[in-house]
């Protein structure tokens, strides 16, 4: 019924650009938050970014800010992670995720908490050489 496919990922060099989607079915986009997160071996996931579909607003992890850039687009039910100036930090599987609370955040940053999502795609991976 609920789905979130996400696609985009691949293999890219330190400094180049990938762009990111998220195709949400089953439940009405407009009244939720899209969020992304990303998991490296190892690692706990973590929240990098969210839009608000309610008021457009957006917020981003700091280790991210002014490198990418999430945005949706309602009418095609679909969120986008558009990453540029990639760093090796940046290798992980990437999941899009959805929750009818607003996006949280703690000083201007993005506050992911996995637990409050509702759905999760099954992800794609990110892998930046350097």
């Known amino acids: 019924e609920v789905q979130l496919v996400e696609s985009g990922g691949g293999l890219v060099q330190a400094g180049g650009s990938l762009r990111l989607s998220c195709a949400a079915s089953g439940f009405t986009f407009d009244d939720y938050a899209i969020s992304w997160f990303r998991q490296a071996p190892g690692k706990e996931r973590e929240g990098v970014s969210c839009?608000?579909?309610?008021?457009?607003?957006?917020y981003y992890v700091d280790s991210v800010k002014g490198r990418f850039t999430i945005s949706s687009d309602n009418a095609k039910n679909t969120a986008y992670l558009q990453m540029n100036s990639l760093k090796p930090e940046d290798t992980a599987v990437y999941y899009c995720?959805?929750?009818?609370?607003?996006?949280?955040?703690?000083?201007?940053?993005?506050?992911?908490?996995?637990?409050?999502?509702?759905?999760w795609g099954k992800g794609t991976l990110v892998t930046v050489s350097s």
């Open positions: 839009i608000n579909n309610s008021d457009g607003n957006t």
């Open positions: 995720a959805a929750d009818l609370l607003n996006c949280l955040y703690y000083n201007g940053s993005y506050y992911g908490v996995e637990d409050v999502m509702d759905y």
